[in-house]
């Protein structure tokens, strides 16, 4: 299962999701936005408006979700 985490600097949201992350095992990407304007503009076209977009094989979301990064865990181990 392939995970990506985009992220800021100083954005608590972003912290605590790569935590959880890494609390249930899930290996993860993780891209910075910061300096990259051109990506920014994507999400935000897309109707993304806050940080982190977490991006996997079946479902994208913002912000801190404990309850979707379950359900990622819960089918990276199926996967594993």
Known sequence: ?????YTKQHCPQ???TKRQFAKQGVDFDLVDL???RELVDEFIAKGFRQT???VTDEETWS???PDLI???AEAAKVYA
């Open 1 to 5: 299962m392939s995970v990506t985490v």
């Open 52 to 54: 982190p977009i977490v």
């Open 63 to 65: 912000g801190y979700r």
């Open 34 to 36: 910061t300096d990259n």
């Open 14 to 16: 972003c912290d605590a």
């Open 70 to 72: 379950r359900k990622v």
